[in-house]
């Protein structure tokens, strides 16, 4: 069993940051590609940040220059550094990845979600 725990979700003011983490855990052989997705009421999933397992990073064209996302291979772990938040950035974040199991095949896995407020 693989499980991605996310945390660091929360209500912030426009202009503020967060912060949120997202571990991946169980019978985890190695991880490709990690990547965050969001979803507003109404709305569809979209891609919000991606990396892959050499560092390689692609963004959402709305949140370039304020979001950032990186990963700790040593920990199995993505985060995503989210900066001048806008009330539009209101959503439930996903976490993704890309992971081979020690069944040597590889299955997408998400997280449970994390809702981020911004609002004043």
């Known amino acids: 069993q693989v499980q991605l725990v996310e945390s660091g979700g929360g209500l912030v003011q426009p202009g503020g940051s967060l912060r949120l983490s997202c571990a991946a855990s169980?019978?985890?052989?190695?991880?490709?590609?990690m990547g965050w997705y969001r979803q507003a009421p109404g709305k569809q999933r979209e891609l919000v940040a991606g990396?892959?397992?050499?560092?390689?990073?692609n963004y959402a064209d709305a949140v370039k220059g304020r979001f950032t996302i990186s990963r700790d291979n040593a920990k199995n772990t993505v985060y995503l550094q989210m900066n001048s938040l806008k009330p539009e950035d209101t959503a439930v974040y996903y976490c993704?990845?890309?992971?081979?199991?020690?069944?040597?095949?590889?299955?997408?896995?998400w997280g449970q979600g994390t809702q981020v407020t911004v609002s004043s």
């Open positions: 993704n990845a890309n992971i081979v199991t020690l069944s040597r095949r590889p299955y997408d896995f």
């Open positions: 169980g019978t985890i052989f190695s991880i490709n590609a």
């Open positions: 990396i892959t397992n050499d560092g390689l990073k």
